[in-house]
């Protein structure tokens, strides 16, 4: 006898042999029993789950001469035609290749005939999608209203594509697909049977290749079979597909746990040279992470298809690593799997990958964040300091980079030492130093600088600022033209308490001074001679009179002031908007 491959050996003969669609199987036995069995069904599912076997196994059924429990009996003359292809009442055609009207016409007239020697006259189209326009609207109305001896089996893999008046036309049976568990028992079925020894981490490996499909899974449990023999593990199964070994994932993950970027670039060379396929092996990375998601999530292993060797592993190793971790590893392994298929060298896109998971920083959590700096407010609060970090000692430098070789840090210039704050007020943000105080502490420039004028022991003045004021405007035009454009669109209004108090027209140009007020400040200082800090208000020229007149003893001039106090007044609010140059948002 003539050798068959195993999807046809051992392909079902009864609905029970089914794989995995009792919900079909169980369905089309009852309308047997009740005789209710329409006159037109199309099943649809993935590839090799039993939808043509399910339409032979019901065609044999309506016609068998002794059925048992309403299913064929597979050894009575009807049952031995059909199963033998030689049968005129079982008519198979094939959607790709007969898609047109001329072959749909023929049909037609075929059906007016009755059946030879059964009881029905099925008509099987496999892969009824591929039919055209014209010949889906040629079937309408045989199919509405065929002969009570016709019955009408579609079966396709893209349901989609078969329009909407055919559908309803027919009873609808979705096939799905093959569980794991479902395709691993069976091929040790076939296996024992066959006389192979095979070991469940082998079958479990080609079940998973199978996808699935029954008849992919058997198709490649042939293959292994011709390259290994008689007896075979999953080692040689993953020769013989070429598959990743699933060891090799969980060095992937050990080396970005380590964070070892030499042994991850490693790794992708252990894979290239091995031949395999970067985009399968990028697949494999998300497959192997998502196991570590689904572990680290639910505390168990029971979602996992692996064996229990590699379910024990994942056990043991997905804890180490945090959730958001994982997540974060999935999205790149996953944009990475999405670029590779369309990148010249898939190579280069992998070897990055591995440098970015190697190099990412640990997640933080907000929450975590969050409490402590809660408890920080809650010392401040308290009277307390801030909490320091758990360190020994504080980070010193002690050699000089070769930044601090210039000729402009030569000289006395101390090694740099940063030293983290034990308190708010030491904590808090340090303003520039006036002329004075940076040429005294500075060393001596390469080149000659113009020396700013000489600082006045005493405060500036709102009459210095004025008569300095055009001058100010022009230095500043010379640092930063757009800013000095707008300060020269406004105007000097008092000095109060070491704070300069500049009119401005609109919001534009105070946000534009405020967002400023350092650089305009500096300029005060080389240009007068004396340090003022710089704030702005909104206020009309034309009320320039109803300014309050300036103070003769201080020499300088109160702000003005306002019949009604706002919140906007308080002396912490203005000194927030003249710390972090905050703006009012309407």
């Known amino acids: 006898m003539a050798y068959q491959v195993t999807a046809r050996k051992w392909r079902p003969m009864v609905f029970d042999d089914v794989i995995g669609q009792s919900h079909v199987s169980d369905t089309l036995r009852n309308a047997l029993a009740q005789n209710r069995l329409a006159h037109s069904f199309i099943f649809s599912g993935t590839r090799g789950c039993g939808k043509t076997t399910t339409a032979r196994i019901l065609a044999r059924a309506v016609n068998c001469l002794s059925p048992k429990g309403h299913e064929p009996c597979n050894a009575c003359e009807v049952c031995r035609e059909i199963i033998e292809g030689r049968s005129l009442d079982v008519i198979e055609i094939d959607g790709a290749s007969n898609n047109g009207v001329e072959q749909i016409r023929n049909l037609r007239e075929s059906v007016r005939y009755a059946p030879a020697r059964g009881s029905k006259k099925v008509y099987i189209i496999d892969e009824v999608h591929m039919l055209s326009t014209g010949a889906f609207n040629a079937l309408l109305k045989t199919l509405e209203e065929p002969p009570p001896h016709v019955l009408f089996i579609f079966a396709t893999t893209e349901i989609h594509k078969v329009p909407a008046t055919i559908l309803s036309r027919c009873q609808r049976y979705d096939f799905r697909r093959i569980g794991l568990t479902e395709i691993t028992a069976q091929l040790r079925k076939i296996a024992a049977a066959e006389g192979i020894a095979a070991t469940d981490d082998a079958l479990l490996l080609i079940a998973k290749k199978g996808d699935g499909s029954m008849r992919d899974a058997q198709s490649i449990f042939d293959q292994v079979v011709s390259f290994c023999g008689a007896s075979f593990d999953a080692r040689q199964v993953a020769d013989a597909l070429n598959i990743v070994d699933l060891e090799l994932f969980f060095r992937v993950t050990d080396v970005l746990k380590a964070k070892d970027t030499p042994a991850a670039l490693a790794l992708v060379e252990e894979v290239i040279n091995g031949g395999y396929d970067v985009k399968e092996f990028l697949s494999g990375i998300a497959e192997h992470v998502r196991n570590m998601i689904v572990v680290r999530t639910t505390g168990s292993t029971q979602l996992v298809e692996e064996s229990d060797v590699h379910r024990a592993r994942y056990a043991a190793d997905a804890p180490s690593f945090e959730l958001y971790d994982l997540l974060r590893i999935m999205k790149a392994v996953t944009d990475a799997e999405g670029a590779v298929r369309f990148a010249v060298q898939p190579r280069f896109r992998l070897e990055v990958l591995m440098v970015q998971l190697t190099k990412m920083p640990s997640s933080v959590k907000i929450d975590d964040l969050l409490s402590e700096l809660d408890a920080w407010k809650k010392k401040i609060r308290d009277g307390g300091t801030l909490p320091r970090p758990a360190v020994t000692e504080p980070p010193t430098v002690t050699e000089r980079p070769a930044v601090m070789e210039h000729p402009a840090f030569s000289g006395s210039a101390p090694a740099a030492e940063f030293r983290v704050p034990s308190s708010v007020e030491e904590a808090r943000p340090r303003y520039t130093l006036s002329a004075a105080a940076r040429t005294a502490e500075s060393p001596a420039p390469a080149e ?106 201080a020499g300088t001039t109160p702000p003005p002031k306002t019949a009604e106090s706002t919140p906007m007044d308080h002396p912490l609010v203005k000194a927030l908007y003249t710390e972090f140059s905050a703006e009012k948002v309407n």
């Open 448 to 553: 000659p600088a113009p020396a700013p004028p000489p600082s006045s022991s005493s405060p500036l003045t709102m009459e210095q600022v004025r008569e300095q004021w055009p001058a100010i405007v022009d230095e500043m035009r010379r640092k930063k033209i757009s800013v000095g454009t707008i300060l020269g669109e406004t105007s000097p209004l008092t000095v109060a308490n070491g704070i300069l108090t500049i009119r401005c027209g609109d919001e534009f140009h105070r946000s534009t001074v405020t967002r400023n007020k350092e650089a305009i400040s500096e300029t005060i200082a080389v240009v007068a001679g004396g340090r003022l800090r710089v704030d702005a208000v909104i206020q009309d020229p034309l009320d320039e009179q109803s300014a309050p007149a300036p103070a003769a003893a």
